[in-house]
């Protein structure tokens, strides 16, 4: 090995020795506190909205109050919420107060004593005192511990959302069954069937989804090692579209997606130049869509193509800085013309402290952040 190899080498050693010093030593945070700016009338970065969080020492939310600006131009506090927990980190329940801290709402998360949750109580209150009780969300389990049976409820106690997990000897799901019956919507129905290996790994999944009665949607899903390779998706009887992927070390490079049902016009797909009698070309059946993405030597994401039918039309491009957080993320969409562009900035612990929107060059929005951790 050659000097500057050798000096190199120590130089990676030792930074790498200093980043994980320093994220080891993280601290727990205890607040944080978010201010949102968007452009005002006169087009400049004005604040509209903060919100105030804190945490206990175990990471749980423990206080969230949201402010809003009033046409004074002052903030003013518009809603609170105070959660608690148990001894083991639990959420037990949540306490919603308006802008002159009046209680509004309550929500109860009763346990099991096997540490499942099973239940979720919504209380609502007038003038701070209890006007209704009704129960949103409930979880059963059968006698191994395995979820069974999942249930929510709208305001009147109907069931909305049902689902139910059928499972083998090995306590491994091979059936799911659900449906989704809301309000002036058309009720939907979905059956899973999964397929495992002698090693109880995921081979194949085939989900069904129905509404109103009627085969609406149909996916096919073919594992290997439990990542997705293929994926068919039916619609209405008919090959809609086909995904295969292809992996490096576990990480997706290549996605191809071709498209069965729709042709997506490009702007050169037309010969506009050929004349009116010219004969017509005929379209094709379906597109090909393919995504590729690039890695640096750290395996962070640089960019990400996608094309359909062998032309570029989607780009995503990232940045980052010396400890692998993404400063920068580049969206070109060229078939609509658009550039959307993410920039992040980080405090000395890794958190963002500024998120900044733009679109086509022009800043839409911006979020700063400020942290307080507890002592060590």
Same mark, same amino acid.
Request: charged share 30%.
């Given at each position: 090995?050659?000097? @500057?190899?050798?000096?190199?080498?120590?130089? *990676?050693?030792?930074?790498?020795?200093?980043?994980?010093?320093?994220?080891?030593?993280?601290?727990?945070?205890?607040?944080?506190?978010? =201010?949102?700016?968007?452009?005002?009338?006169?087009?400049?970065? &004005?604040?509209?909205?903060?919100?105030?969080?804190?945490?206990?020492?175990?990471?749980?939310?423990?206080?969230?109050?949201?402010?809003?600006?009033?046409?004074?131009?002052?903030?003013?506090?518009?809603?609170?919420?105070?959660?608690?927990?148990?001894?083991?980190?639990?959420? *037990?329940?949540? *306490?919603?107060?308006?802008?002159?801290?009046?209680?509004?709402? =309550?929500?109860?998360?009763?346990?099991?004593?096997?540490?499942?949750?099973?239940?979720?109580?919504?209380?609502?209150?007038?003038?701070?005192?209890?006007?209704?009780?009704?129960?949103?969300?409930? $979880? =059963?389990? +059968?006698?191994?511990?395995?979820?069974?049976?999942?249930?929510?409820? %709208?305001?009147?106690?109907?069931?909305?959302?049902?689902?139910?997990?059928?499972? @083998?000897?090995? @306590?491994?799901?091979?059936? &799911?069954?659900?449906?989704?019956?809301?309000?002036?919507?058309?009720?939907?129905?979905?059956?899973?069937?999964?397929?495992?290996?002698?090693?109880? +790994?995921?081979?194949?999944?085939?989900?069904?989804?129905?509404?109103?009665?009627?085969?609406?949607?149909? +996916?096919?899903?073919?594992?290997?090692?439990?990542?997705?390779?293929?994926?068919?998706?039916?619609?209405?009887?008919?090959?809609?579209?086909?995904?295969?992927?292809?992996?490096? +070390?576990?990480?997706?490079?290549?996605?191809?997606?071709? @498209?069965?049902?729709?042709?997506?016009?490009?702007?050169?797909?037309?010969?506009?130049?050929?004349?009116?009698?010219?004969?017509?070309?005929?379209?094709?059946?379906?597109?090909?869509?393919?995504?590729?993405?690039?890695?640096?030597?750290?395996?962070?994401?640089?960019?990400?193509?996608?094309?359909?039918?062998?032309?570029?039309?989607?780009?995503?491009?990232?940045?980052?800085?010396?400890?692998?957080?993404?400063?920068?993320?580049?969206?070109? %969409?060229?078939?609509?013309? $658009?550039?959307?562009?993410?920039? *992040?900035?980080?405090?000395?612990?890794?958190?963002?402290?500024?998120?900044?929107?733009?679109?086509?060059?022009?800043?839409?929005?911006?979020?700063?952040?400020?942290?307080?951790?507890?002592?060590?």
């Amino acid at each position: 090995m050659s000097l @500057n190899h050798t000096v190199y080498a120590l130089f *990676l050693f030792t930074f790498s020795l200093l980043t994980t010093s320093l994220y080891a030593q993280k601290p727990i945070i205890k607040s944080i506190q978010q =201010e949102k700016y968007a452009p005002n009338d006169d087009g400049d970065l &004005a604040i509209n909205l903060r919100i105030e969080q804190t945490f206990n020492r175990y990471g749980n939310v423990t206080r969230q109050e949201y402010f809003y600006l009033r046409q004074d131009g002052k903030l003013q506090s518009d809603r609170k919420k105070i959660h608690s927990y148990d001894s083991y980190g639990r959420h *037990l329940n949540t *306490l919603e107060y308006n802008g002159d801290n009046i209680l509004e709402a =309550e929500k109860k998360i009763i346990w099991d004593s096997k540490g499942n949750k099973t239940k979720v109580e919504d209380v609502q209150y007038t003038n701070g005192q209890q006007t209704r009780t009704n129960v949103s969300y409930k $979880l =059963e389990y +059968d006698d191994n511990g395995n979820k069974s049976t999942e249930q929510y409820f %709208d305001g009147d106690g109907n069931t909305t959302r049902n689902k139910t997990w059928f499972y @083998n000897k090995e @306590n491994e799901v091979i059936r &799911a069954e659900s449906w989704i019956d809301l309000k002036n919507k058309p009720k939907k129905e979905i059956k899973v069937n999964y397929s495992r290996n002698s090693n109880g +790994d995921l081979v194949k999944s085939v989900s069904v989804e129905k509404v109103n009665g009627s085969v609406y949607r149909k +996916d096919v899903r073919i594992f290997n090692n439990n990542f997705v390779i293929q994926w068919k998706k039916y619609l209405n009887g008919k090959l809609d579209s086909e995904f295969i992927n292809e992996y490096r +070390d576990s990480v997706i490079i290549r996605t191809t997606r071709k @498209n069965k049902r729709k042709v997506t016009a490009l702007p050169d797909t037309e010969d506009t130049d050929a004349g009116p009698n010219a004969p017509k070309k005929k379209k094709n059946k379906g597109d090909i869509w393919v995504t590729n993405s690039e890695y640096d030597a750290y395996g962070n994401i640089v960019i990400t193509s996608q094309s359909v039918n062998g032309k570029v039309v989607h780009v995503f491009q990232y940045e980052y800085d010396e400890y692998g957080n993404c400063t920068r993320t580049i969206e070109v %969409d060229k078939l609509k013309d $658009l550039k959307n562009e993410e920039q *992040l900035e980080y405090e000395k612990y890794g958190n963002i402290k500024k998120k900044t929107i733009l679109k086509n060059g022009k800043i839409i929005s911006r979020e700063e952040f400020v942290f307080e951790y507890f002592e060590r």
